[in-house]
């Protein structure tokens, strides 16, 4: 069965950087069509989708966090990546990490883990 | 980069019929997915491909689009169904990615 778990730190300094691992099992990152994205949910507020690798190595990102975000995969380690740098308090959220499936024209979520929550506070 | 809105709040008594919406220019290019979240957990998909369900989700989910607007349905809402819910759709591209702001349902 399909399963994703991220970690990373739960608590970060402003300006500091963020890395956080999803560990994934039950699909392969090398197999044409998987992708994983990240999203990220600020506490009482609604999701917000951050950047997505697929199977090819191609990386896309949020257009008003592109220049804070990288992703990258270890495939076999079943492991994705995000680092986000000079981190701020508004960056406090749960960040998820989350299978992605394409059916034509179309991009959701099949599978998601159940979230690190990650403070920045000095 | 594109937008998709959706009321903040919807109520529905027991057993009634619930629509909640979701609209944004993107809409009209691709589809919707849209996924519930209860309070403390991860959101899950409900409704993909425009109105498909994954395995496990009742068949009162169902989901349909037209122009710029997608909607979920609740046919016979229960309990259980009291969550956050949000739609999710390609942006500039496929592979760039929006979600609505949320809608709260409450069940009366």
């Known amino acids: 069965q399909v399963t994703l778990r991220e970690s990373g730190p739960a608590l970060v300094k402003p300006t500091q950087t963020l890395t956080l691992t999803c560990t994934f099992s039950?699909?392969?990152?090398?197999?044409?069509?998987?992708?994983v994205s990240w999203i990220r949910q600020p506490p009482g507020k609604a999701l917000e989708w951050l950047a997505l690798?697929?199977?090819?190595?191609?990386?896309y990102y949020s257009t008003s966090l592109k220049t804070r975000l990288t992703i990258s995969k270890d495939t076999s380690k079943n492991q994705v990546v995000l680092t986000m740098t000079n981190m701020d308090p508004v960056d406090t959220a749960t960040y998820y990490c989350?299978?992605?499936?394409?059916?034509?024209?179309?991009?959701?979520?099949?599978?998601w883990g159940q979230g690190t929550l990650v403070t920045v506070s000095s | 980069s594109s937008e998709l809105t959706q009321d903040p709040a919807v109520s529905v008594a027991l057993g009634q019929t619930v629509r909640i919406t979701c609209q944004g220019d993107?809409?009209?290019?691709?589809?919707a997915s849209w996924y519930q979240q209860k309070p403390g957990q991860a959101p899950v998909l409900v409704i993909y491909?425009?109105?498909k369900r994954p395995s496990g989700i009742p068949d009162r989910f169902s989901g349909s689009s037209s122009g710029n607007t997608a909607s979920l349905t609740i046919t016979g809402a229960q309990a259980e169904d009291e969550a956050d819910y949000y739609c999710?759709?390609?942006?500039?591209?496929?592979?760039?990615?929006?979600f609505g702001g949320g809608t709260k349902l409450t069940v009366l």
């Open positions: 999710n759709s390609g942006d500039s591209s496929v592979n760039h990615l929006v």
């Open positions: 039950g699909f392969s990152l090398s197999t044409s069509g998987m992708c």
């Open positions: 491909d425009k109105n």
């Open positions: 989350a299978r992605v499936a394409l059916s034509g024209l179309h991009r959701y979520f099949d599978y």
């Open positions: 690798i697929d199977w090819d190595d191609d990386k």
């Open positions: 993107s809409l009209r290019t691709y589809y």
